[in-house]
């Protein structure tokens, strides 16, 4: 059975790692896969994720599993980051799900499941994963101009004009905040209207939300996701507690869908525990009690914010460093949120960093920001002009 097999392509970040793990050069500048990095290039664990794991240790009296749809507990506080206090709603279906990725495979199923073959309009460029997700759960997938490369800015008028003329019942695939790849978002002004298109044509928006806090502050990069909620009677929004409480292989995430009524609701809920069930049977708990054990605690919850300010703004000092500096004209990059930036570089220039001076990113010339620090921005900024001038 197996001896056929396909070999089937890696995928483009996943590629990264794995050149990365044969180069042995110790100047390595990794600008590859999205996790956040510190001033010394470290992913460390935060104080408040050891001190939570810490009072786990010693309070957790059992490993037995949880329900098919998580933790009741760390739903609605996670529901609260992306909501906002006060604003509990019955038509609003939310479940524990293995990671940002698990949340959105569980949206994609359940659509497959209840319009078979649907229409999921995506923007390119976009994260690598999502194109082969859609197709491996069977649906359909129109493609429009997202960015646009020139200006290194969002392209807002392509994006309406592939939105309007989207059949009623198709989906739209949004990022929620910092855009992966491009750092290009609506503003808004932007996301208002983009609410009533949405509305008006009936579409149905998966919003695919994985930065928040990264980009202006939890609040602010939450309010597309809050506009298209309030205005639209339909919504799916996958949402990733990996880079904001630095869990990435622990698997935190939770999936919203807003329903129609609180009959559709319920029924949404059962098919959202059936595919559970069937993929995994139940989520795994550690990183969302950690999550639930820091969001319970006022003080550990304030010693996260100011942790997430603090990675947010690292950020935003490379990109002003990057968008100043004046041997490559990057000002682009100081218009832009979130961890990444695209380069308007071809696949030789990307090579000729690699083989040359140990520089790596993803083959879409995309860059994470935070893999850049005081002690090796300057030569990435030397390189990569070099590289342009040859
Ligand atoms: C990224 O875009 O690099 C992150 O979302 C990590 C991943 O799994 O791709």
Same mark, same amino acid.
């Given at each position: 059975m197996l001896e056929d097999v396909a070999t089937l392509p890696v995928d483009a970040l996943v590629e990264v790692g794995q050149l990365l793990r044969n180069d042995a050069r110790a100047d390595i500048i990794d600008l590859g896969i999205g996790v956040y990095r510190d001033e010394h290039g470290r992913t460390s664990i935060p104080d408040v994720v050891k001190a939570a794991e810490l009072h786990l240790f010693r309070t957790q009296e059992s490993k037995a599993y949880v329900?098919?749809? $998580?933790?009741?507990v760390f739903v609605e506080a996670v529901r609260g980051l992306l909501l906002g206090p006060g604003r509990p709603d019955a038509t609003m279906v939310c479940v524990q799900a293995p990671g940002g990725t698990g949340a959105l495979r569980l949206a994609m199923d359940l659509v497959a499941h209840a319009a078979p073959g649907a229409v999921v309009h995506l923007g390119l460029p976009s994260w690598p994963n999502h194109a082969p997700m859609l197709a491996a759960a069977g649906l359909r997938i129109a493609t429009y101009r997202h960015y646009d490369a020139d200006a290194g800015a969002f392209d807002f008028s392509s994006m309406c004009a592939a939105l309007a003329k989207a059949a009623p019942g198709d989906l739209v695939l949004l990022h929620g905040c910092c855009h992966n790849p491009s750092g290009t978002d609506p503003d808004a002004a932007q996301w208002q209207q983009l609410a009533s298109l949405i509305a008006n044509r009936g579409l149905v928006p998966l919003v695919d939300i994985a930065y928040q806090g990264l980009g202006d502050g939890l609040e602010s990069d939450a309010a597309g996701v809050r506009r298209l909620l309030d205005a639209v009677p339909e919504v799916f929004v996958a949402m990733s507690c990996s880079k904001s409480f630095s869990l990435y292989r622990e698997r935190?995430? @939770?999936?919203?869908? !807003?329903?129609?009524?609180?009959?559709?609701?319920?029924?949404?809920? =059962?098919?959202?525990? =059936?595919?559970?069930? &069937?993929?995994?049977? #139940?989520p795994p708990d550690h990183g969302a009690a950690i999550v639930r054990t820091i969001l319970a605690d006022p003080r550990q919850t304030l010693m996260w914010r100011i942790g997430l300010a603090a990675m947010r703004m690292r950020i935003i000092g490379i990109r /002003?460093?990057?968008?100043? #500096?004046? !041997?490559?004209?990057? =000002?682009?990059? $100081?218009?832009? !949120?979130? &961890?990444?930036? @695209?380069?308007?570089?071809?696949? /030789?220039?990307?090579?000729?960093?690699?083989?040359?001076?140990?520089?790596? @990113?993803?083959?879409? $010339?995309?860059?994470?920001?935070? $893999? &850049? #620090?005081?002690? #090796?921005?300057d030569r990435f900024v030397a390189a990569l002009a070099a590289t342009l001038e040859r």
């Open positions: 329900a098919p749809d $998580g933790d009741p935190v995430g @939770m999936l919203l869908v !807003k329903t129609p009524d609180e009959r559709a609701a319920a029924r949404v809920r =059962s098919n959202l525990q =059936s595919l559970a069930r &069937l993929n995994y049977s #139940n /002003e460093t990057l968008a100043q #500096n004046e !041997k490559v004209d990057l =000002s682009f990059i $100081g218009r832009q !949120k979130g &961890l990444f930036a @695209m380069l308007p570089i071809g696949a /030789e220039a990307i090579e000729t960093l690699r083989r040359d001076h140990a520089i790596y @990113m993803a083959r879409s $010339g995309r860059i994470n920001l935070a $893999g &850049l #620090n005081d002690a #090796n921005i």
